[in-house]
């Protein structure tokens, strides 16, 4: 049988310690597994492992490469294969540090869940032993605002996970966010309506669970001996529910990401932008830092006319905007290698198709408390093509000048 693996990843300490610490009350025979990456500037990273009643070992990993998140991953499997051997787990909990995005330790787990050496069972083989049955982000829904708009770099704040790491809080934040199926909620007095719809609509298909405060952190009430035992509520169910990795990482594609749709209420408000006409590179690179800090996230695909075959991401957070090529168009592509595409991204394609252009366009999404709209829509309108550019045609559009080339590192 496969030990069940569960992730909680997020930059909210707090309430990352108060999933886990919920984990292990509710599920008999859970253990949870956390490397610290801040110990890294001495060479090392620090594992510990512990149950409800305290820790249970502690160990340290020497660095890779210079580059604590490298360690964890070498270290994190053997020490998962060594607790399914054990046999005496039900649960691992994986509780990322700070800065661990849960997609990367994610499909770690998983690659070494289906791997195998000479065969199925033979000397080495990890197949079948590991199983993802969990992936949750942890937050605090007070602090959502605050950490989409820091534009600090992590190296910064020292959470930077290696030398070479150049994420900000706000895009690294955004990523565990969005990611993550399930997303443990704390019950922080400090929140309100905006704060809570802003989380539902940054990430609307998302299944949230209600967390309770710690008891040194909650309203004064029971606790102690005298206290009710947690009961198995709907976090030790999401943990065990299954997880597929795959579906997960077709879902952050940018050629056919699960985005927000319209939506406002309490104050915030998602603008959902889609046009089947291309961008002039140089009104769009000049309009920029405006739309960039129009909105707390901005996310989606768009379409430049001097690069009409490349599909390009559009990922914003925290004032800082990173763009770069996806790949092509499937328009671009010719019949015969749409076959070697994964399903989920024909589907996509098919829902955007147009008679002329294809599955070419701007499908941009911002999602913001007090989005100026009006304002938004106007100026993404005054960077697509004029009537007569659009009327010159793909020949001419690739000859306007590439403003884009430096940001794309061409």
Known sequence: MSLAVA?????HAEARRATVDRLLAE??????????LATAAAGTVVRTIRDA????????????????CCALREDLVPELLRLADDGTTRLAVVELWDSVEPKAMAEVVAEAAGATGSGSGAPGSTRGRLAVTGVITALDPALLLPYLGNGDDLAERGLAAAATDQRTVADTFARQLEYAPVLAVLDSPEADDEDRELLAQLHPTARQVAVPLPPAAADPGPTGRGAAPFRRSALADAALAGFDVEAAAAAQHPACALLPAEADAHGVTTLVWHR?????????YAALEDLTCAAAR????????????TLLHWDAAGGALCVESAGPWLASLPDAAWELLPPVRRAAAA???????????QHLVFTS?????DGLESLLESCLLT?????????????LPPAFDTLLEV
């Not at 009643?53 to 604590?68: F, Q």
């Not at 829902?351 to 366009?361: F, I, K, R, S, V």
Request: one cysteine or more; a negative charge.
């Open 387 to 399: 009537d007569v550019e659009y009327a010159a045609g793909r020949a001419a559009w690739k000859r």
């Open 298 to 309: 901005s996310r989606g695909r768009f379409w430049l006319a001097d690069k009409p075959d």
């Open 351 to 361: 829902l955007d198709w147009h008679p002329e252009h294809g599955d070419c366009c």
């Open 276 to 284: 089947r006409r291309p961008f002039h590179p140089e009104r769009l």
């Open 7 to 11: 992730i909680v990843g997020g930059l």
């Open 53 to 68: 009643t305290g820790i249970l070992s502690a160990g340290e990993a020497p660095l890779v490469n210079d580059c604590a």
């Open 369 to 373: 408390p007090g989005l100026d709209r």
């Open 27 to 36: 599920v008999p025979g859970s253990v949870v597994l956390h490397h610290d």
